[in-house]
């Protein structure tokens, strides 16, 4: 959003396109984000009074770039709409979800809870429009939405379209999809319902989220009050994410705060190979270290048991300062997972070609000379990194895109 | 003076393990995690832990890592090296490790492992092939004729079995199978410990 912002309030004209229903990214998914601990709806609010005020920016959401041909102010691109089967003319009235009775898994919430079919995806979802979930779409429930709806926004033949345009250049801010915890086999995400994931945390402390703010955990539904946290799943590992996620560490840092401030007698262990609170990030570090509610393990856990009796999880291993063996148990488990780049094994179409990753699938650039370089990364597309930083990182690609497409219009006048 | 402030760091023990012991250069590439501690199934057991050995190793402790019977107690099950984030090859340090230790004349003698390997291997390049029963007997009575006794008749029900289950031929005794060229074998091995013997000058 913001790589877009830059550049349309810089006079040209920009096309964002989304493949999710709406804008926001994974920082609407946020309860409150460090280091200020302020609600991400903020952010949002003010991107998208920036983008509704401004005519150069056009907004195409459920689309994505399926493939890219061409050269530096010159690149052919085949875009991907999914139908919405809802047109401009909804309101976000709210009728047809109440016309329908299927409900599918939540993705806002990361499927911890259930929403009906008929969806808006969240309440700053931009465009304020809802959704008809394709599973729906052909089917009586689909009719039912049409039905109710006041505006005639329903459109249930609407199809799948490709687009081909033609731009001077690209900003990739694909960003980041949360490590598949399935994989840490020795922590037993598939297999214990009380070891859950940071993201779905975020989830749990939100008021709008699936236990209305509440840190319930989910096998029984009891307050969780001795809570783990375990750093770097996923990260840091040759047998999983080999590149450091680097905003994990103050994710727990700040999730820790959350259990503090749900009150009564909340504890949280953070087990660690070390805290890597990046940049001037200490600070925030300290203010948790002096936190009586929060205790530090520099350990990285071997493996998770689980209590059959209670439900709960009980951490092995062995810590480094000292090498006692501890066999712990806590009510709740979070994974502090890794952040993985979203492209990962979804480039197909010669996009492969098109662009350079890294050894953990992060984009470089674009394949070839710099010097004809007309694709940039952005945000965590780049490398894993915080909204701030991510906004400054699109701020600086968006800089590049410009020099671009002004360059290549004056050689083309010339 | 600079040889007086830098000694300290100048870890000559990290450097002997990277030259003598069988992926001892890997010891430096452990970032002191505690997963390989942790997911051993001997852990409790045991006074060095992979990662206590591996720091132990930096901090310069070669008695006491030589001298330790923790390399002797990995059972190779595989479970530290296939968790290691830094993909270590732990088990194959452990027994480069003892097997260095071994050689040296500092393992723990008398540990159970160490003796059971010695035999083992004793008896294989005598034969050509393993001698079920010497190798056997020759464990059992390796603490004494009185304690060889009562091994003997704490394990006599397993060895009845295994007679009758045509497991264990008690002829075995006054030779049993051979291989085919024993001298060829022997050749083999001896040709093997030359070269192991160059490759250890080479490297000091
Ligand atoms: C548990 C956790 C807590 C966090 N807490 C904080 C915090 O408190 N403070 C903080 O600063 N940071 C925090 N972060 C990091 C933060 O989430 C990221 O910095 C931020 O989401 C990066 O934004 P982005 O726009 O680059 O990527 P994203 O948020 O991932 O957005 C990418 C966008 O691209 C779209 N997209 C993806 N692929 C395609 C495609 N092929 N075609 C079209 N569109 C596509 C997606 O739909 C999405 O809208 C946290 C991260 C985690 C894991
Ligand atoms: S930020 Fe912390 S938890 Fe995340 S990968 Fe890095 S060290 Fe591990
Ligand atoms: S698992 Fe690997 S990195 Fe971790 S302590 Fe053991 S050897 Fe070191």
């Not at chain 1, 061409?70 to 047109?87: A, E, F, S």
């Amino acid at each position: 959003m913001t790589a877009a912002l830059e550049a349309a309030e810089c006079g040209q004209q920009v096309l964002l396109i989304d493949k999710a229903p709406t804008l926001g990214g994974r920082t609407a998914q946020l309860y409150r984000y460090f280091p200020k601990m302020c609600h991400p709806s903020c952010g949002l609010e003010i991107n998208l009074k920036r983008l509704k005020g401004n005519p150069k920016l056009r907004v195409m959401a459920m689309t994505e770039l399926v493939a890219v041909t061409g050269r530096r102010g010159d690149y052919r691109v085949t875009l991907k709409v999914r139908p919405r089967y809802v047109n401009e003319n909804c309101t976000a009235c709210g009728k047809c979800a109440e016309a329908v009775s299927s409900e599918i898994p939540d993705p806002f919430n990361y499927g911890l809870s259930k929403v009906k079919a008929a969806y808006l995806p969240h309440l700053m979802a931009y465009p304020q429009r809802y959704v008809i979930d394709a599973s729906i779409a052909n089917t009586a429930e689909g009719e039912k939405a049409k039905a109710a709806c006041p505006v005639g926004a329903v459109d249930l033949g609407m199809q799948e379209e490709t687009l081909e345009l033609t731009v001077g250049a690209i900003v990739w801010a694909t960003g980041w999809r949360p490590y598949d915890a399935n994989k840490i086999q020795p922590y037993g995400y598939d297999r214990y319902q009380n070891v859950i994931t940071s993201v779905e945390f975020e989830r749990l402390a939100d008021p709008r989220g699936p236990t209305g703010g509440q840190l319930l955990r989910p096998s029984d539904g009891k307050p969780a009050k001795n809570i783990a946290f375990i750093q770097c799943a996923g990260s840091r590992d040759e047998n999983y994410l080999r590149h450091c996620s680097r905003i994990c560490c103050m994710a727990t840092l700040k999730q820790t705060q959350y259990v503090r401030e749900a009150g009564g007698d909340g504890r949280s262990t953070v087990y660690y190979i070390d805290i890597r609170a990046i940049d001037r990030f200490e600070d925030f570090y300290q203010m948790v270290q002096a936190d009586a509610t929060v205790s530090f393990v520099k350990s990285k856990v071997a493996r998770i048991a689980l209590n059959e009796v209670n439900g709960n999880p009980i951490l092995h291993g062995v810590d480094t300062e000292g090498y006692h063996r501890y066999a712990t148990e806590h009510d709740l488990v979070v994974l502090a997972v890794g952040m993985e780049p979203e492209i990962t094994g979804l480039l197909g179409n010669g996009l492969a070609a098109a662009i350079v990753l890294d050894s953990s699938n992060f984009i470089e650039g674009c394949a070839g000379a710099s010097a004809d370089a007309g694709m940039f990364a952005a945000g965590a597309a780049a490398s894993p990194l915080d909204v701030n930083r991510s906004v400054q990182s699109a701020t600086a690609a968006s800089l590049k895109a410009i020099q671009v497409v002004h360059k290549t219009v004056s050689t083309e006048v010339a | 003076m600079t040889t007086n402030t830098t000694a300290a760091y100048q870890n000559s023990f990290l450097r002997e393990v990277e030259a003598h012991v069988e992926e001892g250069a890997w010891v430096k590439m452990c970032m002191q995690c505690g997963v390989c501690a942790g997911s051993c199934p001997f852990g409790p057991h045991w006074e060095h832990s992979p990662q206590k050995i591996f720091m132990m190793i930096r901090a310069g402790k070669r008695e006491e890592v030589l001298r330790s019977d923790s390399m002797w107690m990995c059972t190779s099950c595989y479970n530290c090296l296939v968790r290691c984030p830094r993909k270590l090859p732990i088990t194959h340090i452990m027994h480069g490790l003892a097997h260095y230790a071994h050689r040296l004349g500092l393992a723990p003698k008398g540990q159970p492992t160490r003796e059971s390997a010695r035999l083992f291997w004793n008896n294989c390049i005598k034969h050509g092939r393993i001698n079920e029963l010497k190798f056997t007997l020759a464990l059992y009575f390796k603490d004494g004729l009185a304690q060889g006794i009562k091994n003997a008749l704490a394990m006599q029900g397993i060895g009845l079995a295994m007679l009758k289950a045509k497991r264990l031929n008690p002829f075995a005794i006054f030779g049993g199978h051979q291989c085919k060229d024993k001298s060829g074998i022997q050749k083999i091995v001896a040709k093997a410990r030359e070269l192991e013997a160059k490759r250890q000058e080479q490297a000091a």
